[in-house]
């Protein structure tokens, strides 16, 4: 039991009490003062408030139920009244509160966050599309954080729609080939057929029929444009064979503005490298072989240097390159046999601008590790389920997991493959998946706790793999039955090489321990020799295993270069640069050796862990360092994949990142983007020029405001689609954005799942949702019980108790007295 204080201040008294104690004591000597010292402290005890907590499981037979039922424009292809029903069947049998969602707008998000806490259980009638407020995937997370669990109940498809929407940039380059996507979307996965138009400037350019069996259909298409100024894209669907209830998102409207070539500088040596060929065919470029001289580039988006050796520039020039950064001009410094680690950048004024340092990278990988989860029913049945999964997960966060290959194996009666093999930690969103595919086990319906069967598929995981090789088994040790075989198939993993750690959870589970009250898990690992492996920890708190860093050593690294190729993955897949970006299977024959710096960040890198191109903000500024070469290195030739086919986009979109914003910081600048009916716009205007800013949208003026230095913003939210004139600029307004996604959504099932709740249709949801409300109300609370009252219970015990042995000495002595006075008496 662990005891705490609520006025832990008030202990201090216990000095004057101890001080005024032992002067009695010296004064006195008598046992009276030590019986009064010991109540004079329970007392000052008392006043510092002890107490405990206590755990209790609190049940409730009628929970709480928030019940929101989506009625908005997008549920017309479901049921009319869809869950009205199975609302008043709850409300017959738990206090449950209706929110309605109507119009044209779904706000989900703003719902599940309201509503979370307060001891509710949240039950989602709705497509899942969320389209209005408050993100719906963090608003789940904030379900989760608070306890609530969220049932999702997805209504049966009654007829399909269809949708279409184009993406690509707004601001395009003149007589560059712009890629754009168009996405046909429908709410079924039948089979559907239509005829599709694409308008540009209202000049039909392309028309065909396509069939479609899958939600999305995705078409790209590419378009240059000659002119500059404002130029539109229009596609339409139309003979649409296979349902359709809606027609207003069947066309879609997208605006463009075409602007000249940003200007760029590139310091080569190589004025015919594949990079050379194709920043030249994207851009502006002035090419110079040498330092451009002082100014000559400061009008440039962007300076491109291009396997330059630190002594091609004086420290002046350097400076002169810092400021340009500083203030917000875009730097790329690609690589090559005269850059980075073979240039002399170590420790340079120039590495001071640079995203990584000019030196190996201390590579954290070779590591492949397994994770072997309990989920057996005793895991649930005495509460250590959750502790299972949350230490799995911390484990996952492990700082030198970064670059590791990760398996995760479940086993109650049988063992199987959680993550579909081994998976590379070095990608976030690969740990976001494994995460939630471990938030999501449940115990199975069987009760052995077979962890044999786990340890033999683990087995067969890591057999034949190279590196490192580790295996946790996390497990609340009720592993009586299958001691002997697991014991056996757990040597000859260690005869593997295998790194075996068992996280015992402790539990009240009996099958944990022997007749003896020897813990099995403890047992095993001692058996194996592997004592100092078993780690032993209580519900709530998490384990820690060291796992050691395996940096390559500079040997290592020269191995590793003797390789034919080295493949590619994007570190950060989601980053502007690399959104649009697909490496499968790309390649690179070598790079220059660097490390990133604190705040950078890697966005492609090699199989074995090594920077390929990083990026950081310098000032106002942005530097990409592409430590591989243009493609076409006299000496080196490292990279030329890159610049061929889509993989070239890479280039493209570093490019690109690093010039920002790519209209020429001249005379008034306009930024509008597309939006949607019944959703404003934020228009922005910049006046680099002199002058009074002044805007009209249709033809009508515009209110600005002065938010910033030469900086103008206003709201526009025009009331028809269309294409609309902001003073030359163009604008698309499209049909509202509740009409944009259709059917069910099924990216949040899984966030749904980690709250605690269940996805069911609407039957499933009458026979069994009200039962499982019920069970997840059992929840555990820690709830304080003071001491307060039993310590002074003690000291009026022992005051009493004092006083009575006290009365009874006096009263012998008062006997004794009398006793002797009569014998005396009866003497004379």
């Known amino acids: 039991m662990n005891v705490a204080l609520e006025s832990p201040e008030m202990l201090l008294l216990i000095i004057p009490v101890i001080v005024a104690g032992f002067y009695l004591l010296r004064k006195t000597k008598t046992k009276l003062v030590e019986w009064r010292m010991l109540v004079a402290l329970l007392l000052v005890l008392a006043l510092a408030a002890p107490y405990t907590t206590v755990t209790q499981t609190i049940s409730e037979e009628d929970p709480s139920l928030v019940f929101v039922q989506d009625q908005t424009a997008s549920m017309g292809i479901f049921p009319e009244e869809t869950g009205t029903g199975l609302y008043e069947a709850l409300t017959a049998n738990t206090p449950t509160t209706l929110v309605q969602l109507t119009g044209d707008k779904t706000s989900l998000g703003d719902a599940v966050t309201q509503y979370s806490g307060l001891g509710n259980q949240i039950v989602l009638v709705t497509d899942g599309n969320n389209n209005a407020g408050k993100d719906l995937t963090e608003a789940l997370r904030f379900a989760k954080d608070a306890d609530t669990p969220v049932y999702l109940v997805q209504p049966d498809l009654e007829t399909n729609d269809l949708s279409v929407e184009v993406l690509g940039d707004k601001t395009v380059v003149v007589n560059n080939q712009n890629e754009f996507e168009i996405v046909v979307r429908q709410a079924s996965e039948q089979s559907v057929s239509y005829f599709l138009e694409i308008f540009v400037d209202e000049a039909l350019i392309q028309s065909r029929t396509f069939t479609q069996n899958a939600r999305n259909n995705t078409i790209p298409i590419n378009q240059a444009f000659t002119t500059l100024g404002a130029h539109n894209i229009r596609v339409k669907i139309s003979d649409v064979s296979g349902g359709d209830l809606n027609e207003v998102n069947n066309e879609f409207y997208k605006s463009l503005y075409v602007i000249p070539k940003p200007k760029l500088t590139l310091i080569t040596g190589e004025t015919g490298s594949p990079l050379a060929s194709i920043l030249s065919n994207l851009y502006e470029v002035s090419v110079v072989n040498g330092y451009p001289g002082a100014g000559n580039f400061t009008d440039s988006k ?386 680099y020029d002199e002058g009074v800013p002044q805007l009209k949208l249709d033809g009508a003026p515009l209110d600005l405001a002065l938010t910033g230095r030469n900086t103008y913003e206003a709201s526009v939210n025009p009331v028809n689609v269309g294409i609309h004139d902001i003073s030359g600029y163009p604008l698309a307004v499209n049909y509202p954005r509740e009409y944009l996604e259709v059917g069910l959504n099924k990216d949040i099932e899984s966030l749904i799942l980690a709250t605690g709740g269940k996805i069911y249709t609407e039957k499933e949801a009458r026979a069994l949702l009200l039962k499982d409300a019920r069970q997840n109300s059992e929840r555990e609370s820690n709830e304080p019980v003071s001491l307060k009252v039993y310590v002074l219970l003690a000291a009026l015990v022992l005051y009493l108790g004092e006083i009575l042995v006290r009365r009874i000495r006096e009263m012998r002595r008062l006997k004794q007295a009398q006793g002797e006075s009569g014998a005396e008496e009866a003497a004379v």
């Open 302 to 687: 962007v300076l491109v240097l291009d396997n330059q050796f630190i002594d091609t520039f004086s420290e002046a020039e350097i400076k002169e390159i810092k400021n340009y950064v500083s203030n917000g001009g875009g730097l790329i410094v690609v690589g090559g046999d005269k850059a980075y680690n073979y240039g002399k950048y170590l420790n340079s004024s120039l590495e001071e601008i640079l995203p990584v340092l000019s030196k190996p990278s201390e590579f954290k990988g070779g590591r492949n590790l397994v994770l072997i989860l309990d989920v057996s029913p005793s895991t649930a049945a005495h509460g250590t389920q959750g502790d299972i999964l949350s230490n799995a997960i911390y484990i996952l966060r492990n700082e030198n997991l970064k670059d590791a290959n990760v398996g995760v194996i479940a086993f109650g009666s049988v063992g199987y493959d959680v993550s579909g093999g081994f998976v590379f930690m070095g990608l976030p969103q690969n740990l976001a998946l494994l995460e939630d595919k471990i938030s999501q086990l449940t115990p199975s319906d069987q009760t052995e706790t077979s962890l044999d069967q786990g340890l033999d598929v683990t087995k067969d995981m890591l057999e034949g793999e190279d590196g490192e090789l580790d295996a946790i088994i996390i497990s609340d040790g009720g592993i009586e039955d299958s001691y002997d075989q697991s014991l056996q198939t757990a040597r000859e993993l260690k005869d593997m090489g295998v790194n075996l750690y068992f996280i015992h959870i402790r539990s009240t589970a009996p099958s944990q321990t022997d007749k003896t009250r020897n813990f099995y898990a403890e047992k095993l690992m001692q058996d194996l020799g592997l004592e100092n492996n078993y780690k032993h920890i209580e519900m709530g708190e998490r384990a820690n295993i060291g796992f050691e860093d395996l940096d390559t050593t500079p040997e290592d690294e020269t191995k590793s270069e003797e390789l034919d190729s080295y493949l590619l993955l994007e570190y950060s897949p989601d980053h502007f640069i690399t959104k649009g970006v697909n490496l499968t299977n790309a390649s690179i024959t070598g790079y220059n050796q660097v490390t990133p710096k604190a705040g950078a960040e890697r966005l492609v890198i090699t199989v074995t862990g090594q920077p390929v191109l990083t990026t950081w903000r310098f000032g106002l500024g942005r530097v990409a360092a592409f430590t591989t070469d243009n493609g076409g290195g006299k000496a080196t030739r490292w990279s030329s994949a890159l610049y061929n086919g889509s993989n070239s986009r890479l280039i493209s979109g570093m490019t690109n990142w690093a010039i920002g914003n790519p209209q020429a910081e001249e005379g008034a600048v306009v930024e509008a983007p597309d939006t949607w009916l019944g959703t404003p716009s934020d228009l922005t205007l910049i006046m």
